[in-house]
């Protein structure tokens, strides 16, 4: 197996340091297929984590793969797995973000999703690749905690999970988080759209939910709504 | 003038696009040096804006400098500036960053800040530069509407403001952010750590709080969890 730089076709990806690494193997054991450490890396604590978790994955010393798939120099790990495919749970609240653009935002966000307990993501396409080795980086390896899955439209989401209320996030919302009230009872879809653009203005209605905030700015920027989405959200189903 | 990149003892810095020159024009026009223009670009509306805003600014078509000052390929508006110092306001609640080391987290947290009414943002060094071009285009020229003021430690900044009742995010804090009351009539300042170490933990005392989240992950990621902590804050203090 001869190991290249990532494209989007590749079957493998990569994990770049020992964090995201170890929660490979913590999560997806089964898909790890090779572990490089690089020669001058001495934490024993990391390496046997490692050796106790690595399952039939390969633990080599290799310098100069490192070398190669590292984008930043202080990484001393790197994990190769096999991309898998995982399914959302139709019990579960979702998070979809449409057409996400950007891979350290993407990232940023499973782990917020991770942090808040929102384990079922869906992607609409067009949007970053969940396992490019800098969404995978960014995410600290949440991502191997999470069912991520791609649809091709906001409306194949919506016949997939049909029982799902759903929430978008938009500017031009009438109900304010602060005031909205989420049932325990009931199957939430929370709606996010691309940094740049948002959401289409189609998929305003009774149910959007605006975060507000000063008219002297924009927007706050994607990960930052999120994060007080999920914070809001959780808060008020528990 | 001869324009170079941009250093941390420079005495001018820049705003890379239209939309951070156009604040800059609009907020601190008095610092505005020299604004140059892309010679292909042809928004009507931005270049009348410039016009009307630019002061005392010279505005040039340069492709050369632009093309020289860009980091990325889509910048067609440059604005040069000269460096200000501002003052925090004794009577207005506070941000403090403590250490703060990335320069795209800064620029999200000062956007975040301004979204929020949160006007005035202590950091205590070391710390990144706030005039570095790469904040300036992250807080998407948020940072002109600012005060931004740097301290050589945490006990200068107690001393400056004795007044404030300091509020430190840790994990190790027992109040959660949640049933935290922040009284209208308090002065508060909310105190975050560098984005890898977190605070000390001298720092940890009664009033610290914690923005609970899953043992899954370690910490949520710093411009998150002030975009959380600014938002509930903003909330209970109206």
């Known amino acids: 197996m001869e190991i ?51 399952g039939n994955a390969e633990v080599c010393l290799n310098d100069k793969i490192i070398n190669k798939l590292s984008t930043k120099g202080n990484t001393f790990v790197v994990g190769v797995f096999k991309k898998y495919s995982s399914y959302l749970d139709a019990n579960k609240d979702h ?13 940023t ?28 980086r960014a995410s600290m390896g949440s991502i191997f905690s999470l069912n991520i899955s791609y649809f091709n439209s906001f409306e194949d989401y919506k016949n997939a999970f049909p029982n ?14 602060q005031e909205t009230i989420f049932s325990k009872d009931e199957l939430t879809s929370l709606v996010f759209g691309n940094e740049s653009s948002g959401l289409p203005l189609s998929l305003l209605d009774d149910n959007s939910i605006i975060i507000k905030h000063s008219d002297e700015i924009d927007s706050l920027n994607l990960p930052s709504s999120l994060a007080i989405a ?9």
């Open 95 to 107: 998070v979809v973000l449409v057409n996400p653009s950007d891979m350290g935002n993407l990232g």
């Open 109 to 136: 966000i499973l782990r917020s999703c991770l942090g808040f307990g929102m384990k079922d993501i869906a992607i609409i396409k067009p949007g970053v690749d969940i396992f490019d080795p800098k969404v995978v």
């Open 164 to 177: 799902h209320k759903i929430r978008t996030f938009m500017l031009q919302a009438k109900n304010t988080l």
């Open 230 to 238: 999920l914070y809001e959200f959780n808060k008020s189903k528990i």
């Open 4 to 54: 290249k730089t990532y494209k989007k076709d590749s079957f493998y990806s990569y994990t770049l340091g020992a964090f995201p690494t170890i929660e490979l193997l913590k999560k997806h054991k089964e898909d790890a297929l090779k572990i490089f450490i690089h020669s001058s890396f001495d934490n024993q604590e990391v390496i046997s984590l490692i050796y106790q978790n690595k």
